[in-house]
């Protein structure tokens, strides 16, 4: 039996976990082993869906820096275990990725690694290094977007390469409410990092001078908190507008159930750009309308499935959330398709099964030395 083992730290959070239980149910002649550390910053592991393969917590060094951190017991897991194959799910530039490709080569393991990168950013030593050595020594990479097939082609990766996101959503978890949303007030919500780049101080200028029944939730945490709720009482929306700490992933599904319309108004700055924005798929799935700023990759994840409006356009926010508030019959219609295309493209089911589709592949392949040799 083939032996897979998968580095993430990304796997702490409870429910990305369901696309682990995918890949064990749809590959059974696999054995996977996931390796996840014990916390991420300040994110605990959560044990939520851990059927049909192994997960293994081992010790993380430099916890919650991202370029610098690395597993020192990697090497005792992979003598352990003699995968054939390593699926590092880590950005190639980093250390933890760096490490794991060589102890993965020492043990003649194939291996693959996993970016959302979609800027074409430089890097100094010694990680401008480590990206070269990730590009020349995997066997196959996976990467998040389309933007980010053409970033990494645009460096020099010339090896096999598949556009999937990292993760999906259990439809059966993530679903509608099964009595209809309250039609009151109108529940608009972020969910999200509170810092500059997600343009949560747009959303507030959108709100301000909305008419009609609403309220608004900011759920998530950063160093933006206080001047954001400072924003918010300065606007005279502090009666309308409520600001809550993150949840954990498995209280999420009964919240965005409460959501009638998900804002994600992203704005890209010269080191970063929206890689997918998982909570709109979220809240679609939920049934949650959503709408998001024509940024990074936002308008490819909502297509014509919600709304978009362009970056800092708080005026053309606030116009399309007037619009939502005005019309139920057109938010029921954009609720159902966007659950409909998550249905279609972005299921953990959907995304397991074209992982899988990459293990088969790179399993088989034959090995660069013997393609060498024919020639």
Same mark, same amino acid.
């Not at 429910?15 to 082993?33: F, H, N």
């Not at 005005?326 to 938010?331: F, G, I, S, V």
């Given at each position: ?8 730290? /990304? ?6 976990? !369901? ?36 997960? #293994?917590?081992?010790?993380?060094? $430099? ?10 017991? @990697? ?10 194959? +390593? ?15 060589? @102890? ?7 291996? @693959? ?9 430089? *890097? ?14 995997? #066997?196959?990479?996976? %990467? ?8 990494? &082609? ?26 209809? &949303?309250? /039609? ?10 509170? %810092? ?5 101080? +747009? ?6 001078? =909305? ?9 998530? &945490? ?5 001047? =954001?709720?400072?924003?918010? #009482? /300065?606007?005279?929306?502090? #009666? ?6 993150? !949840? ?5 599904? !009964?919240? *965005?159930?409460? %959501?009638?319309? @998900? ?12 890689? $997918? ?13 959503? %709408? ?33 508030? /005005?019309?139920?019959?057109? &938010? ?8 409909? !295309?998550?249905?279609?493209? $972005? ?11 990459? *293990?088969?592949? +790179? ?13």
């Amino acid at each position: 039996m083939p032996r897979i083992v998968m580095l993430s730290k /990304a796997c702490i959070i409870g429910a990305y976990q !369901r696309k682990l239980e995918e890949i064990a149910a749809l590959a059974p002649e696999l054995s996977l082993t996931v390796a996840v550390p014990p916390r991420w910053g300040d994110t605990p592991l959560e044990r939520a869906h851990v059927r049909g393969y192994r997960l #293994d917590v081992v010790p993380l060094w $430099f916890n919650g820096h991202f370029h610098l951190h690395c597993y020192p017991t @990697l090497n005792r897991l992979l003598r352990e275990l003699q995968p054939d194959l +390593v699926h590092i799910d880590e950005e190639p530039y980093n250390l933890a990725t760096y490490h794991a490709l060589r @102890l993965a080569r020492r043990h003649k393991a194939r291996t @693959l690694w996993f970016s959302w990168q979609n800027l074409a950013r430089r *890097y100094p030593p010694p990680f401008a290094h480590m990206e070269r050595y990730a590009m020349r020594h995997a #066997d196959h990479a996976i %990467v998040g977007s389309r933007a980010a097939a053409e970033v990494w &082609r645009g460096k020099g990766y010339r090896g096999p390469l598949s556009v999937i996101p990292q993760f999906g959503v259990d439809p059966d978890i993530f679903a509608p409410p099964a009595a209809p &949303r309250a /039609a009151e007030s109108l529940h608009i919500a972020y969910v999200g990092r509170l %810092v500059p780049e997600k343009g949560v101080d +747009v959303l507030l200028d959108a709100l301000h001078g =909305l008419p009609g029944a609403w309220h608004a939730t900011i759920l998530g &945490r950063g160093p933006e908190a206080a001047s =954001l709720q400072a924003q918010a #009482d /300065a606007l005279g929306l502090a #009666d309308r507008v409520a600001f809550q700490s993150a !949840r954990p992933s498995v209280e999420m599904p !009964r919240f *965005y159930k409460s %959501v009638d319309v @998900l804002v994600l108004p992203s704005r890209a700055r010269p080191n970063w750009m929206e890689q $997918f924005g998982r909570v709109l798929i979220e809240a679609m799935a939920c049934g949650a309308v959503a %709408v998001g700023a024509e940024s990074g990759e936002i308008p490819h994840v909502i297509g014509d499935a919600g709304r978009t409006f362009a970056e800092d356009d708080a005026a053309g926010l606030r116009a399309i959330l007037d619009a939502l508030r /005005a019309h139920p019959e057109t &938010r029921r219609a954009l609720a159902e398709a966007g659950r409909a !295309r998550v249905l279609r493209h $972005f299921t953990q089911r959907h995304i397991a099964q074209e992982t899988v589709r990459v *293990y088969r592949a +790179v399993l088989n392949r034959e090995p660069p030395a013997a393609k060498r040799a024919e020639l």
